[in-house]
């Protein structure tokens, strides 16, 4: 009989599987916050006193304003009315009127946009 023998075999380790390099790239900027526009507010303030029942209105050209309609101001006292006007872009021309009939007498009156004017018309 005869005996084989089988050559034994030499363990070698496993191999480990190579590591995947992946590439670092440059990390996504961050989402730039959405910053909301400023509103642009504009603010008109009459010192003047209309009289009992009578009210103060605006007319021009700028946001929400029109020569042909006057916007009322608000009453704050006796003698002060105001008004705040949203999103101009360029300077504002306006004319006080009371009881939207009778203009304030002189030039028209100017105010920047995103300005505050405290005047008293004369009538």
Known sequence: MKKTTKPAKT?????????????KTAAAAPAA???????????????????????????????GLSWEKGIPMECVDDTTWAITLQGAVGPIPFKFLINDEKWSAGE????????????????
């Open 11 to 23: 363990l070698t380790p496993a191999k480990k599987p190579a590591k995947t390099v992946r590439k």
């Open 108 to 123: 028209d009156f100017v105010v920047a946009p995103g300005g505050s004017v405290t005047l008293t018309p004369s009538f």
């Open 33 to 63: 916050e959405k910053v909301a526009p400023v509103a642009v507010v504009t603010k008109i303030v009459a010192n003047f006193d209309v009289g009992f029942g009578n009210a103060l209105y605006v007319r021009g050209d700028g946001p």
